[in-house]
């Protein structure tokens, strides 16, 4: 399982999740105004989760289904396949 970030972080970009992130694994995609976590990289510590100041981090089985199209986001960024 990974950590996913959503909506919320959409032109908001706040890196408090990459200061904390102990393997780097969180990166800016420009082209969607907004950081992503690489999947692969991950090692679900959740480290992320609680500094988020939009509440945009979420455990991967978490996801709002509102939100869903962001997990395929997270993996496809990185290509990876869910």
């Known amino acids: ?3 996913i970030i959503a909506e919320p972080c959409i032109d908001l970009l706040d890196r408090a999740c990459i ?3 102990p393997v780097d694994c969180i990166y800016e995609a ?3 105004s907004m950081l992503l976590i690489n999947p692969e990289e991950c090692i679900d510590c959740a480290a992320c989760e609680p500094v988020c100041p939009v509440t ?3 455990a991967e089985d978490d996801v709002p289904a509102d939100w869903d199209k ?4 997270n993996y496809e960024y990185f290509g990876q396949k869910r």
């Open 19 to 21: 200061d904390v992130c």
């Open 1 to 3: 399982m990974t950590y």
């Open 70 to 73: 962001f997990t395929d986001l």
């Open 30 to 32: 420009e082209e969607h």
């Open 56 to 58: 945009a981090i979420f």
